[in-house]
């Protein structure tokens, strides 16, 4: 049964509608109960699902990629009319700025929140060439076990957080398979002297197989620290309300006490 949309005008957002809606007909129109159940016990209700198909709001991002999970849409595709859609949504404003009003380029984004966060040092992420009619391109794709783990994020309705995978390449959405993948930006000689200095030298001798005397530097240390933080930062940034995480970084030594 198709389902019922308020009208909305041309551009961008109509786009939008337009082709959720759409791919609601190719999936046989599911009921949206049935739609709610499929996006798993985190996903949104049944009354978000209708209000996302009703419009003329654009929905916030999180909710729609689970609706185009479950309908079996192109996360990357709806990724990009989303976008779209919630910059002609907000459309220009002005900001305060040092007492004069400024015209601001920037439209207003509602940032993402996820009820279940998978933290790591490293993105199970690396990239191959691949190769677009006379142009190369970068192409994501999971490697080694993080599949299984990739699976329970989604799950789960959350997102995977970790450092950018990749200095030369772009971190932005959409990763494949429909995984929300979030980063925390450093400098790549920050990543590289943690990694071969604090992580290598000091941790791994501690707590893995390199049997041999730990090395300890108060600017790895230091590092370590400010990485963590960024880390801190961003969880408080994207952590839905009584959200649940795994954090992967942190061994006894460095983890929080109280005291």
């Known amino acids: 049964m198709a389902l019922k949309r308020e009208p909305t005008a041309s551009g961008p957002v109509r786009e939008l509608f337009d082709q959720l809606h759409e791919l609601h007909l190719q999936a046989g129109e599911p009921g949206l109960r049935q739609i709610a159940r499929g996006t798993g016990v985190h996903g949104p209700s049944y009354t978000t699902v209708h209000n ?41 404003h002005d900001r305060q700025q040092n007492g004069a009003t400024q015209a601001s380029s920037s439209p207003t984004t509602t940032p993402p929140s996820y009820p279940f966060l998978m933290v790591s040092y490293r993105l199970p992420l690396a990239t191959r060439t691949t190769t677009v009619g006379v142009a190369s391109q970068p192409e ?32 932005s959405p959409p990763f494949p398979q429909g995984l929300a993948v979030e980063t925390v930006q450093a400098a790549p000689s920050d990543v590289t002297r943690h990694y071969e200095g604090y992580c290598s030298s000091s941790i791994w001798p501690l707590y893995h ?50 005291g």
Request: hydrophobic share 40%.
């Open 52 to 92: 996302v198909f009703k419009g003329p709001q654009v929905p916030k991002w999180p909710t729609l990629r689970l609706i185009v999970l479950q309908l079996g849409g192109d996360v990357g595709r709806f990724h990009t009319l989303w976008t779209a859609a919630r910059s002609a949504e907000s459309g220009p």
């Open 209 to 258: 197989y390199s049997i041999e005397q730990p090395e300890f530097r108060t600017e790895w240390r230091d590092l370590n620290r400010r990485l963590n933080q960024k880390f801190a930062d961003k969880v408080v940034d994207l952590a839905a309300p009584q959200c649940d995480g795994l954090d992967t970084r942190l061994s006894p030594s460095v983890a929080p006490r109280d």
């Open 140 to 171: 994501w794709k999971i490697f080694g076990s993080a599949p299984i783990l990739s699976r329970l994020v989604m799950n789960l309705n959350g997102a995977w957080l970790g450092l950018t995978p990749d200095e030369t390449a772009d971190p």
